[in-house]
């Protein structure tokens, strides 16, 4: 396997957080080449716990990965709520699951 168009399921937990601020084609032709790393109907599954200054929130990594070609269809899945958000992570984060379909 040469990873590339061969795996079925990324999982990116808090392991990378795209910039809002500059150039957003870094962020887009980093998105490609993880769609690129996908067989059709493979998963990415996105998780942040929390928002940081200066990363992309939910909406605009939606929009980041259906442009670099992720499936229309994503589920978005609510992270639980209660607790206490604290002055050090009062932004809850979300889940995203996204998929690769089969090319048109």
Do not use: H, W
């Not at 084609?25 to 993880?34: D, H, K, P």
């Not at 990415?44 to 070609?69: M, P, V």
């Not at 978005?76 to 090319?103: M, N, W």
């Amino acid at each position: 396997m040469d990873s590339f168009g061969d795996l079925d399921l990324i999982i990116m937990i808090n392991s990378l957080r795209f910039e809002s601020k500059g150039d957003m084609g870094v962020a887009s032709r980093y998105a490609r080449e993880i769609l690129r790393m996908l067989g059709t109907g493979g998963r990415l599954i996105y998780y942040q716990d929390r928002l940081i200054s200066g990363s992309c929130g939910k909406k605009e990594t939606i929009e980041l990965l259906l442009d670099a070609g992720f499936s229309g269809r994503y589920q978005d899945l609510a992270i639980p709520s209660g607790g206490s958000a604290t002055s050090e992570y009062p932004v809850p984060g979300f889940f995203l699951v996204f998929r690769k379909e089969p090319a048109a």
